[in-house]
């Protein structure tokens, strides 16, 4: 977890294994006004949680989750095991967050995601425009291609909280957003789902692209 450092910061080639969290920037208000975790690369790992775990007490949310960054690559991943528990299954969370109120200047912008694997779990994505409680910027530019999907799936679920099995969920006002050559065999009712929600100043999702993709 990074909130309080510029960057830039590279993660290559590990095994990544975690409860809660694998791999967060945000999430805490940095001391340093205007700062935002930047040029981060994350590339070449395999970023997991144990299916043993189901059976057991932890805390299970996001593989990846982005609340404050910019200027972000995930390239090349293999991102796998994921479930409804403490959170909806949702493995990749693009949501920018101010977290405690001090922070309005958080955003995350200029992600790339391509050339992942991505299996075994609840859903993908989760993209939301702006903090629902606090004062944020709006996401965007976020390119998400070339990556494999396949068993996406509501059966990753436990007995409090269910999963969608769906590949992307966006709203809440972000904007140029493209989806471009994945392959995508998910087992929900829906590949894709834009809602409106609250936000600042609008709610459209904006500038969306849907291009060359494979889905079920």
Known sequence: AGWNGPGP???????????????????????????????????????????????????????????????????????????????SGYSIA???RNQSGSAPWSVVKDVTVQNNVLRHMGSVFNISGYDDEHSSQQAHNIVIRNNLA???????????????GWFAV???????????????DNS???VMVLYAGVAP??????GLVINNNLMK
Do not use: C
């Not at 396949?150 to 969608?164: E, G, H, M, R, V």
């Not at 100043?201 to 904006?206: E, H, L, N």
């Open 170 to 184: 966006i709203g809440n006002g972000p904007r140029d957003i493209t989806f471009d050559h994945n392959t995508i």
């Open 9 to 87: 910061y590279l993660i290559q080639n590990n095994y990544i294994e975690a409860g809660s969290e694998n791999i967060m920037f945000g999430g805490v208000d940095p001391h340093i006004p205007n700062m935002v975790p930047s040029n981060i690369t994350i590339r070449r790992n395999h970023i997991a949680k144990p299916l043993k775990w189901r059976s057991e007490s932890w805390t299970i949310k996001n593989l990846i989750e982005l609340k404050n960054a910019q200027n972000v690559l995930i390239d090349g991943n293999t991102l796998e095991n994921n479930w409804a528990a403490g959170q």
């Open 94 to 96: 693009i949501t920018p």
């Open 150 to 164: 396949y068993d996406i799936s509501p059966s990753y679920s436990t007995l409090s909280n269910p999963a969608d």
């Open 188 to 190: 929900g009712n829906n």
């Open 201 to 206: 100043t609008g709610t459209k999702v904006s």
